[in-house]
């Protein structure tokens, strides 16, 4: 195994085209090193994105927000002004693991690594962000649901790297939650995580995104949860109709973690709970 | 494989060491720096006896390329002591016996260590949370939490 740490993204994608055996992007290396150690990966070269400044960088503003792949769920924290605008995009990333995993572990890297529950991956559709993507020739804009296309499984192309996140133009009267529902209070994965982005104009909910994670292969854009509450002021009946939109939206698998029944109907209770957070946090309900 | 040298500083001293480039950084620290204190429980993250800091931050050392660590700084549970003097976490997880294997003790003092520089006085929940990345097999917690406090409080008067 070779280990590359290139000063810039063009570099980095360069290496990764030209490696013929299989390269991978090290982040924070709470995935990679796990599937390591596992003898699930065997990298022929690993190409650290660390030494990228363009990578590790947050850049906050009103008129829109981009986050370096490789800064640390610590970091988002940290960042007071970000916590501001996008409380739910940095509350989803900080529910991962453990203050030890906080130190290393990246939104980019979360997506990437294309678990069906990743706890960052509702939180940022829900937010409208898009992924900068770098391949050795050109750069393109992607959707983040346009990344993961199936667990485990990406739409990058050989050479691709993640450079950074943008987050929209945020309005004013703009607020975002993240929900999850764990067995226990720390340290597990989403049996069911639910993220709403919403803008409010004279006290109703003017625009919303609705997004579930860990009920379907990726997480899933519910645009009917979305149009349940547009209009209104989060009443009982289109927070209803907003979990009614949820649970349908759901093909859950059945494990041990949780039963198809339990995930479909558990979606609906924590995508209502996360409206409200955000509507709160909106300035609604005064 | 060819190797990487790699030039850090551990608890305040310059040391370079060479390894292959796809070491982990727990593995250096024990087998070719010598520092023991750093243990290794699950290998993936999950356990948290391999904690360390890296600039600063707590990370779990076996979840970091020895090659990544070059130019940068790490703290273990060597540096924590003073010389002779140990430090307060120290003097009451003996006080306390908050520990009775051993092999999670260093892990929980540099988090803990961690915890309150980020955070000097700790509710009982900060702390639970804040060490849930720490497992122990022995001691139940309560007896860790309990003397974190009292180590909390001893520093605050200083």
């Not at chain 1, 995009?89 to 290393?104: K, M, Y």
């Not at chain 1, 990246?106 to 990743?118: D, E, I, K, R, W």
């Not at chain 1, 050109?138 to 983040?144: D, E, F, Q, S």
Request: proline letters at 4%; hydrophobic letters at 40%; glycine letters at 10%.
């Amino acid at each position: 195994m070779r280990y590359e740490s290139p000063t810039t993204t063009k570099a980095a994608a360069t290496l990764l085209a030209r490696e013929k055996g299989q390269a991978d992007v090290l982040a924070g290396g709470t995935d990679l090193l796990v599937r390591m150690r596992m003898g699930m990966s065997e990298p022929d070269l690993i190409v650290d994105i660390k030494r990228i400044p363009a990578m590790c960088q947050i850049k906050v503003a009103a008129a829109g927000t981009k986050i370096g792949a490789g800064v640390t769920g610590f970091e988002l924290g940290e960042n007071k002004a970000l916590k501001k605008l996008w409380p739910g995009v940095v509350e989803a990333t900080n529910l991962i693991g453990s203050d030890q995993i906080q130190g290393r572990c990246t939104m980019v890297g979360n997506l990437c690594n294309a678990s069906p529950a990743a706890d960052s991956v509702p939180a940022l559709i829900a937010a409208g962000a898009s992924a900068i993507v770098v391949g050795p020739d050109k750069r393109r804009t992607v959707k983040v649901e346009k990344i993961v296309t199936g667990p485990g499984q990406t739409s990058l192309m050989k050479g691709e790297v993640i450079e950074a996140i943008t987050l929209p133009k945020r309005p004013r009267n703009s607020s975002d939650a993240y929900l999850r529902f764990i067995p226990r209070t720390e340290m597990d994965i989403a049996v069911v995580g639910a993220a709403v982005n919403l803008t409010l104009e004279r006290g109703r909910v003017k625009t919303a995104r609705v997004v579930l994670g860990a009920v379907a292969p990726t997480a899933i854009l519910v645009p009917a949860a979305a149009k349940a509450i547009v209009g209104t002021k989060l009443d009982k009946e289109a927070l209803a109709k907003l979990a009614a939109a949820c649970s349908a939206a759901c093909s859950p698998i059945d494990d041990r973690r949780g039963t198809i029944e339990y995930r479909t109907r558990v979606a609906g209770v924590m995508a209502r709970r996360a409206a409200e957070i955000a509507f709160k946090r909106a300035g609604g309900g005064k | 494989m060819s190797g990487v040298l790699v030039s850090t500083t551990i608890n305040g001293d310059a040391v370079e060491f060479a390894c292959p480039q796809n070491e982990t950084l727990l593995n250096s620290l024990r087998d070719r720096v010598g520092l023991t204190g750093v243990k290794e429980g699950c290998g993936t993250g999950d356990c948290g006896a391999c904690s360390i800091t890296l600039d600063g931050r707590l990370v779990c050392s076996c979840l970091v390329l020895s090659a990544e660590a070059n130019g940068r700084e790490i703290g273990t549970v060597e540096g924590i002591a003073q010389g002779d003097k140990l430090h307060p976490l120290q003097e009451k997880f003996i006080e306390h016996a908050a520990l009775q294997c051993g092999i999670c003790t260093p892990g929980f003092l540099v988090a803990a260590k961690s915890l309150l520089e980020r955070n000097p006085n700790p509710s009982e929940e900060e702390i639970r949370y804040g060490l849930a990345g720490n497992l122990c097999r022995c001691t139940g917690y309560d007896k860790i939490v309990r003397a974190v406090q009292a180590a909390a409080k001893e520093m605050r008067k200083k």
